[in-house]
């Protein structure tokens, strides 16, 4: 089983120094910066996931490479942009796509095959997916077709059949390297392995099915129930955005052979309570933000509610003896008041006492194997500024691979 994470840019710089919260003067992000696969211990995916969408934008949306980043990826191919060659153990794969749930609510996806076999060539990657156009919904009545509801669904399921069958003919005319992924499309598990049967029978040997990111695990199981019924004992299965962990086994044993999702990380960040995660919970990171960077605080200052060397008093309090906590020189009661004093000044709404005071007393990075906890500490549980937030999303991917590989002896076991 292999997992791909779904590249975004998403680097830490090695040189920020978390007490003065400065990076090093001569700092050249692509030269300095670094990917999870370098600052781990081992890399905590089996290869990177591309999306045009992401490096070359849409008409409508621009991508998150910059001009520079563009033409380097471009002129270099992905192994070397991503230092992919750069790390011990079994190389590193990667894979492009096409980035489809940021063309969803076009009528049809901006790329035709050409343009996108040019970028899988151009960047050299090991996989590319063809162009796809994704369903949003899921309604096994759909199957009927008289049904009104699945004529849009239907249309793009077709459209996206069409696109593979380009996409597969086009390739040997470019001799490409890349191995052909086609997506099947569907909103049921018959649509799905209706899909799956034609992309067979176009010759695809490896079929991503995609849209699958909104649904419930039993609906995905079931998709991938019916699409092993058809499926060839030689065609494997990628799941596009999917990473449900305690239902790996099952997905392995209808032919999933790889998936990939950027769920790991991004929930570091974005999640209201599981930032943190070990082998067998997660944890709420310690939100401590900057008085300069938080709109709701700095609105509030500015309409006099809230004092700005106050809340500058009690921001650094937090941070002061949070690290003091770490180095075992201050108690758990007074950290825990100054971030929910701090807490009532921005937000105060919800309480997080009860779950700061659990990660506080397990403190958890101080027995952490992932290479990034040992070296900055309590920082990595700290919700506050990209450079903490990131490294905890990279610690989140070793242990989610760490979850994975003991997920996966059970089946071998
Ligand atoms: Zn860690």
């Known amino acids: 089983m292999k997992f791909f994470f779904p590249d975004s840019q998403d680097q830490i710089d090695p040189s920020f120094d ?26 905590p ?16 949306t621009t991508g998150k490479y910059t001009l520079a980043q563009r033409h380097r990826l471009y002129r270099n191919g992905a192994r070397r942009f991503f230092r992919l060659d750069h790390i011990d153990g079994a190389p590193l794969q990667s894979m492009g796509d096409c980035g489809a749930f940021s063309y969803v609510r076009e009528d049809v996806p901006p790329y035709t095959p050409e343009e996108v076999i040019a970028f899988y060539a151009e960047c050299g990657f090991d996989l590319g997916v063809s162009v796809d156009h994704v369903i949003l919904g899921f309604d096994p009545a759909a199957d009927d077709p008289a049904s009104e509801l699945g004529a849009e669904w239907r249309r793009r399921q077709q459209l996206t059949l069409e696109l593979a069958a380009e996409f597969l003919a086009a ?61 060839r004992a030689t065609t494997q299965l990628h ?13 392995a044993s209808h032919g999933v052979t790889s998936f990939d999702s950027t769920s790991p990380f991004r929930q570091a960040f974005k999640d209201d309570h599981d930032n943190y995660y070990t082998l067998d919970r997660a944890y709420t990171a310690l939100r ?33 003896l949070l690290r003091a906590y770490d180095a075992g020189t201050t108690p758990l009661t007074p950290v825990l008041d100054a971030l929910r004093g701090y807490d009532e000044l921005f937000d105060g709404r919800c309480d997080r006492t009860d779950a700061y005071r659990e990660l506080l007393n397990d403190r958890p990075w101080q027995h952490c194997p992932c290479g990034i906890c040992y070296m900055v500490g309590i920082d990595v549980a700290i919700f506050r500024g990209s450079e903490r937030n990131k490294r905890r999303g990279f610690h989140n991917l070793f242990v989610f691979h760490q979850r994975l590989q003991r997920e996966l002896a059970t089946i071998t076991a």
């Open 18 to 43: 978390f007490a003065s919260e400065e990076r090093a003067l001569h700092r050249v992000r692509q030269r300095d910066d670094r990917y999870a696969h370098e600052v781990l211990v081992h890399p």
């Open 171 to 231: 390739c040997p005319a470019r001799t490409v390297r890349f191995e052909p992924v086609g997506v099947a499309q569907g909103w049921s598990p018959r649509s799905y392995a209706a899909a799956v049967r034609q992309l067979q029978r176009m010759g695809y040997q490896r079929i991503a099915l995609g849209g699958m990111v909104p649904l419930k695990t039993g609906e995905i199981l079931a998709c991938v129930r019916a699409v092993d019924d058809i499926r």
């Open 45 to 60: 995916f089996d290869g990177i996931l591309v999306s045009k969408t992401i490096v070359d934008g849409t008409r409508q």
């Open 239 to 251: 799941l596009l955005g999917i990473s449900r962990c305690d239902t790996i086994s099952a997905f």
């Open 288 to 320: 401590v933000p900057q008085v300069d960077g938080n709109t709701k605080l700095k609105a509030r200052i500015r309409a006099g509610r809230v004092g700005q060397a106050a809340a500058l008093d009690l921001e650094q309090a937090c941070l002061r």
